[in-house]
């Protein structure tokens, strides 16, 4: 069974709407999920271990001002250190995005930008956004409604993850300059 690690990065933590919609992701048979809510965690050791040991990650963030949520951004500063290492390097990553009604699609290409940066595996189809509109939209029956993200494409991307998870490649690595990213240089 796969080790899934659902992070989510919204400030409201497991009270939010992110919360909400981790809750009610698909239970799958191939796969193990456990949730990091980032509001209520620290970038610790033991959570630098779940990290290592994933087979892969589902990041979940609202749309804040055109970006994702505060303690998303603070959990990419603080593993900075973690680029192009074992713990992310080849794994795959899905992104589910949520917001009111615009900025949710640029969250999500820069997302997925930043995690094939580090070294995650951006799988085919492994990023949505749900918005309100579309709950809205869609609590209407509507010919359009098959081009609309739905929460049910929730399983699909799950499970293109878990099969992106089968993948072993030995990864080439750019030098990175891991004794302190964070010097001056100015
Ligand atoms: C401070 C703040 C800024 C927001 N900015 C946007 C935005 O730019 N575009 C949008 O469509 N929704 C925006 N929203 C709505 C959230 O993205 C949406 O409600 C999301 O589901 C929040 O998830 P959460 O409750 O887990 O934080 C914003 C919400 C807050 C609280």
């Known amino acids: 069974m796969k080790k899934i690690l659902v992070i989510n990065g919204s400030p409201s933590g497991k009270k939010g709407n992110c919360a909400r ?22 970038y610790s050791s033991a959570f630098k271990k779940e990290i290592a040991k994933a087979d892969g990650f589902v990041f979940v963030t ?24 074992e713990a992310i390097m080849g794994k795959p990553a899905a992104v589910f995005v949520l917001m009111h009604s615009v900025g949710g699609k ?14 995650c595996l951006i799988p085919p189809m492994s990023g ?9 939209a869609l609590s209407k029956k509507n010919s359009h409604a098959a081009d609309f993200w739905q929460k049910e494409d929730a399983e699909l991307i799950l499970l293109n993850l878990i ?24």
């Open 21 to 42: 919609f981790i809750s009610s992701l698909p239970k799958l048979n191939a796969a193990k999920l456990s949730v990091v809510h980032l509001a209520n965690e620290s």
């Open 106 to 119: 640029g969250v999500l290409s820069r997302l997925q930008g930043v995690l094939s940066t580090f070294g």
């Open 62 to 85: 609202g749309t804040y001002w055109d970006s994702w949520g505060s303690p998303l951004q603070k959990l990419l500063e603080d593993m900075t250190d973690l680029e192009g290492t």
């Open 163 to 186: 099969k992106a998870s089968e993948i072993k490649i030995d990864w080439a690595d750019w030098p990175v300059d891991k004794k302190d990213p964070r010097r001056l240089w100015l």
């Open 128 to 136: 949505m956004v749900y918005s309100l509109v579309s709950d809205i």
